[in-house]
T-cell receptor
Framework: NAGVTQTPKFRILKIGQSMTLQCTQD?????MYWYRQDPGMGLKLIYY???????DKGEVPNGYNVSRSTTEDFPLRLELAAPSQTSVYFC???????????FGPGTRLTVT | GQSLEQPSEVTAVEGAIVQINCTYQ??????LSWYQQHDGGAPTFLSY????GLEETGRFSSFLSRSDSYGYLLLQELQMKDSASYFC???????????FGKGTTLSVSS
């Protein structure tokens, strides 16, 4: 099993551009999550999903959108990128509940 | 609001024992988790406590006191590879996701 995979690993965006961060898991987990981590800080939840077709906002959803059309994929869309969105983005999944989450390697995004 | 407090840095030497504390303030509580993260890599799950008491997994143990809204991670026989950031996280409502603390950076020296 590859676990949780994320693409791209790195990206530089100009202000106002848009992009989609991809996340795929092959563990047949129902729950998937998107976090951002700013330097020296903990993880802040952006959006999460408890199953295909179901998504909900986390702590910091503004400026982002998600969709969950399949169990495996949970893409994160950034519209009109802003410097405040410069961060490392982690996708995670868990089988049931949130006891043990499996994280992807992260996407390092810079908006200039 | 909801918050988790943990020390920002801890230092120790190889072979020693270190305790990383976490206090939380949340509207509800379903469990306290601990994650390890090396140099900005992917966080990895270490332990989970839903009930009061101590959970032991090898060199690592985790403790929870629900009445005190407090928990800690205990690392024994420290090794250089234990140098990392450690995050506590709380699930405050059923069916929702974790809230993470800001992390504690552990530096282990020889």
């Amino acid at each position: 099993n590859a676990g949780v995979t994320q693409t791209p690993k790195f990206r530089i965006l100009k202000i106002g551009q848009s992009m989609t961060l991809q996340c795929t898991q092959d563990m047949n987990h129902n729950y998937m999550y998107w976090y951002r981590q700013d330097p020296g800080m903990g993880l802040k939840l952006i959006y999460y999903s408890v199953g295909a077709g179901i998504t909900d906002k986390g702590e910091v959803p503004n400026g982002y959108n998600v969709s969950r059309s399949t169990t495996e994929d949970f893409p994160l869309r950034l519209e009109l990128a802003a410097p405040s969105q410069t961060s490392v983005y982690f996708c995670a999944s868990s089988r049931t509940g949130e006891i043990e989450q499996y994280f992807g390697p992260g996407t390092r995004l810079t908006v200039t | 609001g909801q918050s988790l407090e943990q020390p920002s840095e801890v230092t120790a030497v190889e072979g020693a024992i270190v305790q990383i504390n976490c206090t939380y303030q949340t509207s509800g509580f379903y469990g306290l988790s601990w994650y390890q993260q090396h140099d900005g890599g992917a966080p990895t799950f270490l332990s989970y406590n839903a009930l009061d008491g101590l959970e032991e997994t090898g060199r690592f143990s985790s403790f929870l006191s629900r009445s005190d809204s407090y928990g800690y991670l205990l690392l024994q026989e420290l090794q250089m590879k234990d140098s990392a950031s450690y995050f506590c996280a709380v699930r405050s409502k059923a069916g929702t996701a974790l809230i993470f603390g800001k992390g504690t950076t552990l530096s282990v020296s020889s």
